[in-house]
């Protein structure tokens, strides 16, 4: 996982969350352990300045408007949107419809 260009470590006293590429799930996983797979991500192009506000707010409410739901990552300079890979294509026409510029890499 640590080798992965993008994770995400997140612990509460409830949970701890893992957020990584689908490649870098071990194949020998706990029982019990919920995973989920067939996310994408898109990154917000940054580094964001914490002044700005509604960036991550607009983007939401495209894809809410086209019935897509989003699991967002933050970071100290850019936020992450991770979209089901299902509704990808859908996601990225209602954004760049609303003037978002998607990149693909």
Same mark, same amino acid.
């Given at each position: 996982?640590?080798? =992965?260009?993008?994770?995400? $470590?997140?612990?509460?006293?409830?949970?701890? =969350? @893992?957020? !990584? %590429?689908?490649? =870098? /799930?071990?194949?020998? $996983?706990?029982?019990? +352990? %919920?995973?989920?797979?067939?996310?994408? !991500?898109?990154?917000?192009?940054?580094?964001?300045?914490?002044?700005?506000?509604?960036?991550?707010?607009?983007?939401?409410?495209?894809?809410?408007? &086209?019935? $897509? =739901? /989003?699991?967002?990552?933050? +970071?100290?300079? +850019?936020?992450? @949107?991770? /979209?089901?890979? &299902?509704?990808?294509?859908?996601? !990225? &026409?209602?954004?760049?419809?609303?003037?978002?510029? $998607? &990149?693909?890499?």
């Amino acid at each position: 996982m640590y080798g =992965s260009s993008f994770f995400s $470590i997140t612990r509460t006293p409830e949970e701890l =969350s @893992i957020v !990584c %590429q689908e490649s =870098s /799930i071990p194949s020998n $996983i706990p029982a019990g +352990t %919920q995973v989920e797979r067939g996310w994408n !991500c898109l990154k917000v192009e940054g580094p964001l300045d914490f002044g700005l506000t509604g960036i991550l707010a607009g983007i939401s409410r495209t894809l809410t408007d &086209k019935g $897509i =739901s /989003i699991f967002a990552v933050s +970071t100290y300079d +850019t936020d992450y @949107i991770l /979209i089901r890979e &299902k509704d990808l294509e859908c996601a !990225c &026409k209602a954004l760049e419809g609303t003037g978002y510029d $998607i &990149k693909k890499s």
